[in-house]
């Protein structure tokens, strides 16, 4: 990941420290986050949080990745994961052990009430308006996969295999052209965006980056492992008739037929994918109340942080703005 502009004085102390290349974090040690209000809305306390667990996945450029095991970034990833945990549980409310966990999954799937962005793309929006919903998608998915398959050495048995497979159509079977990160590079090149990784890291809000650190802290932590899957779920069952509208939208605004491919292949793929995760994933995992509540609370979050980030850009079209960080907007 490019270094980013700080944001607020989170940043600025994290930052300050990344670049020190010193053996701690002073200024870091210093900083609190007991002024963060709304943590949904707060693009300093995301961006840290984004930072923090890049550290842990692909890198920031000339940042020592031992500075990922430092006490004091630790304990501030830990300050700002309370915060977002617990700005999360509040959104998604009380989550009880369903009758059926199979069906409970299958109805949030059939639930999601967000802006219809994908049908308006489809119909009436501007290739300007579709270059945004990229930039804001891009620093998810051109990592897609990764986060998800951190489940897989957590989990045993039939959903393991079950998983795994599922998994394995994400990364194209080995084939790097068939890769679903890499199809949306091409996306992103066909519509003439850049497609490094996390390039756009200083265009998107905190609503895109709450979406990103809600799969990244799931993806973390071991103990979220039902969650993690609970949100996969929730990506493949509502990722088939989107991508159908999205295809549809690049073909009327006459993007090269290359740059479809990765709406085409979500559509046929997740349509498969949705039963597999849901019925033999989730179902295998489901075996307490406990395990779940996880794999609801999981789904039930995703829906939330889809539908934040989509209401987000919807109502800056429906203002007439922008929907990236004025800085970057086009």
């Not at 103990?223 to 991508?243: A, D, F, Q, T, Y």
């Not at 559509?267 to 395990?291: F, S």
């Amino acid at each position: 990941m490019p270094i980013p502009a700080a944001r607020g004085k989170i940043t600025e102390a994290l930052l300050a420290d990344l670049k020190d290349r010193r053996d701690s974090c002073r200024r870091v040690a210093s900083t609190g986050v007991d002024h963060v209000v709304d943590v949904f809305a707060d693009d300093d306390a995301q961006l840290a949080l984004t930072l923090l667990y890049e550290l842990h996945l692909r890198g920031i450029d000339g940042v020592d990745d031992e500075l990922g095991w430092d006490p004091d970034l630790l304990r501030l990833r830990s300050d700002l994961e309370k915060l977002h945990i617990a700005a999360l549980d509040e959104s998604v409310g009380r989550v009880v052990d369903p009758p059926d966990v199979v069906d409970e999954l299958f109805r949030i799937g059939a639930s999601d009430d967000g802006p219809p962005l994908a049908r308006f793309m489809a119909t009436k929006g501007t290739v300007e308006q579709f270059r945004e919903i990229v930039i804001h998608r891009s620093l998810n998915q051109l990592r897609e996969a990764d986060l998800h398959t951190h489940a897989i050495p957590r989990i045993a048995g039939s959903a393991k295999a079950a998983l795994v497979e599922v998994q394995s159509d994400e990364y194209g079977g080995g084939r790097l052209d068939y890769m679903h990160s890499e199809l949306f590079a091409r996306l992103m090149r066909e519509l003439e965006l850049n497609d490094s990784y996390a390039h756009y890291i200083d265009s998107v809000p905190a609503a895109t980056l709450v979406a990103l650190n809600t799969l990244s802290y799931f993806g973390m932590h071991r103990s979220r492992v039902n969650e993690l899957v609970g949100h996969l779920c929730l990506i493949e069952m509502s990722s088939s008739l989107p991508s159908r509208d999205y295809s549809r939208a690049l073909r009327r605004l006459d993007v090269d037929e290359s740059a479809r491919i990765f709406y085409d292949e979500h559509v046929e793929a997740d349509a498969v994918h949705e039963q597999l995760i849901v019925r033999r994933v989730a179902g295998a995992l489901g075996v307490t109340p406990a395990d779940r509540i996880g794999l609801v609370r999981g789904a039930r979050a995703c829906l939330v942080v889809e539908n934040l980030l989509t209401e987000q850009i919807w109502d800056a079209w429906e203002s007439g703005r922008s929907s990236l960080l004025p800085a970057v907007a086009r």
